[in-house]
């Protein structure tokens, strides 16, 4: 599958543009441990671009991403891709086995995260932001409140990767597409 056609899935699904940011920085996130993994970017990329795709249609753990994976089956796209994105989420009773599996789950929370941490600084920048700052915001548990932090140590310790190396690494990725995400300075 071509990132245009993933691209045009979310489009067409999805219309809040920090739901679509927040895909854009797990592609971004995706496609940078792709090509230091030596897999296979594009389908790393696409995996991250649509994980979320069908959450404003599906807003509950009762229905994303399960019922999003017909409408995916349905336009085409790869099961490697639709099964990937089901093991995004821990209810869906798909199993992370592959390491992609693995690098969306700890791509997906990690970069609401790092995108929180960025807008409060005076910046309001990736370009400045270091692993330190994260880290100070972690341990404040009312900062986004909503990213668990549960996950994304589990996220991080399922892909083989030290948690502050993989904000390091995602901070990183993210700057590369720092105006799309409107952190950028």
């Given at each position: 599958?071509?990132?245009?056609?993933?691209?045009?899935?979310?489009?067409?699904?999805?219309?809040?543009?920090?739901?679509?940011?927040?895909?854009?920085?797990?592609?971004?996130?995706m496609r940078?441990?792709?090509?230091?993994?030596?897999?296979?970017?594009?389908?790393?990329?696409?995996?991250?671009?649509?994980?979320?795709?069908?959450?404003?249609?599906?807003?509950?753990?009762?229905?994303?991403?399960?019922?999003?994976?017909?409408?995916?089956?349905?336009?085409?796209?790869?099961?490697?891709?639709?099964?990937?994105?089901?093991?995004?989420?821990d209810h869906?009773?798909?199993?992370?086995?592959?390491?992609?599996?693995?690098?969306?789950?700890?791509?997906?929370?990690?970069?609401?995260?790092?995108?929180?941490?960025?807008?409060?600084?005076?910046?309001?920048?990736?370009?400045?932001?270091?692993?330190?700052?994260?880290?100070?915001?972690?341990?404040?548990?009312?900062?986004?409140?909503?990213?668990?932090?549960?996950?994304?140590?589990?996220?991080?310790?399922?892909?083989?990767?030290?948690?502050?190396?993989?904000?390091?690494?995602?901070?990183?990725?993210?700057?590369?597409?720092?105006?799309?995400?409107?952190?950028?300075?």
């Amino acid at each position: 599958m071509q990132r245009t056609e993933a691209l045009a899935i979310v489009q067409e699904y999805v219309k809040n543009e920090n739901l679509v940011k927040h895909m854009l920085a797990v592609e971004a996130t995706m496609r940078f441990y792709a090509e230091k993994l030596e897999e296979d970017i594009e389908l790393w990329g696409v995996v991250g671009l649509l994980h979320d795709f069908d959450w404003e249609i599906h807003p509950t753990l009762e229905g994303h991403p399960t019922k999003g994976a017909p409408i995916l089956r349905e336009r085409g796209v790869p099961e490697i891709i639709v099964r990937a994105i089901l093991s995004h989420a821990d209810h869906t009773g798909y199993p992370r086995e592959t390491l992609m599996e693995k690098a969306l789950f700890a791509c997906d929370e990690i970069t609401g995260l790092i995108t929180a941490t960025a807008l409060v600084r005076p910046s309001r920048s990736l370009m400045d932001l270091k692993v330190k700052s994260v880290k100070k915001k972690w341990k404040n548990k009312h900062f986004a409140a909503g990213a668990n932090r549960e996950e994304m140590e589990r996220g991080a310790e399922d892909f083989e990767v030290e948690l502050w190396a993989h904000v390091a690494n995602v901070i990183e990725a993210m700057r590369h597409i720092a105006p799309e995400l409107g952190l950028a300075g």
